[in-house]
């Protein structure tokens, strides 16, 4: 697999990121925990990932209670030493489950004390990749900055980087790191599909500007991207909608859009889901988009797809047009 810089981390990454936040439960969120692939189906999307080139794996504190690190450190420590050196790991700090409830907290001790429960879940002494997984608005930007700070000089964290932005809070991140000397986030990680584009705006600037990389998360806007909601019915027991009270809204519009988009996709001989996500792969900003596994079958039968097709400019402006007026809610 064709491998691209991230950003100036010096790391090498392949076209696509293995998204691991549906291993032993749906997310961070506490109630959908057993609703997503067991351990058996995490090593073999895992196994699919290796041979497929996928070397990174994105990961966070808070997925499914630790589960989602849990089976990756399983996983690792069930192969040899050279499949281990190959392989990358992404995980996120700050997100806090209350019950219930979703909070961040960015202050440095709860992001020692996160991180030092990722490593051992993972079986590992330092990840390569750490990222905010979004902003704390109650804490000082500075201060975090300095918790990572605490955390690579301790050699437990390479690079850091940040999910869930906005360009404003991006720029006063880079400024207070390039003000005070210290670590920066060198690159975003947030929501980028046909039918989520707000980030050109104005994100996508800041992350040319400062050479920073771009690995976007839901390149399929959560499945709805695939085609398998169809109009006049409800989403599928067992779906990301139907499990989900924050999905997508669907509007006769969006059905339209995504029949058309499936409508070109066959005259490819691909999947809707692969044009989607080659859609995103294509954009000359973005270094690897996140792509997470199915849950039956194939688990990485999209990846594989969207890794057969090329999109030129053209065609990148017409398959946008066909959602330009349009929001998931």
């Known amino acids: 697999m064709q491998a691209g810089l991230l950003g100036r981390t010096g790391i090498a990454v392949g076209r696509l990121i293995l998204g691991c936040g549906n291993f032993g439960g749906v997310g ?3 109630g959908l925990i057993g609703r997503g692939l067991d351990e058996r189906a995490a090593f073999e999307t895992l196994d699919e990932a ?3 080139g996928l070397t990174l794996l994105d990961t966070a504190c808070s997925y499914a209670g630790g589960a989602s690190e849990r089976m990756i450190g399983h996983w690792l420590a069930r192969h040899g030493a050279e499949l281990r050196r ?4 992404a995980t996120k700090v700050g997100t806090v489950v209350c019950g219930a409830d979703i909070r961040i907290d960015l202050s440095p001790r709860t992001m020692a004390d996160q991180l030092q429960g990722s490593l051992e879940r993972l079986g590992l002494q330092r990840v390569d990749l750490c990222l905010s997984h979004a902003p704390d608005e109650q804490l000082p930007i500075e201060e975090t900055l300095e918790g990572f700070a605490a955390l690579i000089e301790a050699g437990k964290v390479g690079h850091i980087g940040a999910c869930n932005i906005s360009a404003v809070l991006l720029r006063q991140a880079l400024d207070a790191s390039a ?3 210290l670590p920066r986030y060198e690159w975003v990680q947030n929501a980028y599909n046909l039918m989520q584009r707000e980030d050109e705006a104005e994100l ?3 992350c040319r500007e400062h050479g920073l990389g771009l690995t976007p998360f839901s390149p399929t806007a959560g499945g709805v991207l695939t085609g398998k909601y169809r109009r006049d019915a ?8 139907s499990l989900r009270s924050d999905g997508a809204q669907l509007t006769l519009r969006s059905f339209d859009a995504i029949d058309e988009l499936r409508r070109r996709a066959e005259a490819l001989g691909a999947s809707t889901g692969a044009l989607a996500l080659a859609w995103v792969m294509s954009h000359r900003l973005v270094t ?3 792509v997470g596994p199915a849950r039956t079958g194939e688990h990485l039968q999209l990846a594989r797809e969207a890794l057969a097709l090329e999109l030129d400019e053209a065609a990148r402006d017409e398959l946008a047009a066909l959602f330009e007026v349009l929001s998931i809610g």
């Open 28 to 30: 961070s969120l506490p």
């Open 234 to 241: 409800a989403p599928p027991d067992g779906s990301r909608l």
């Open 86 to 89: 190959g392989v990358r790991i």
């Open 288 to 290: 690897a988009p996140i």
């Open 204 to 206: 996508f600037a800041v």
């Open 179 to 181: 003000r005070l000397g």
């Open 50 to 52: 290796a041979a497929l």
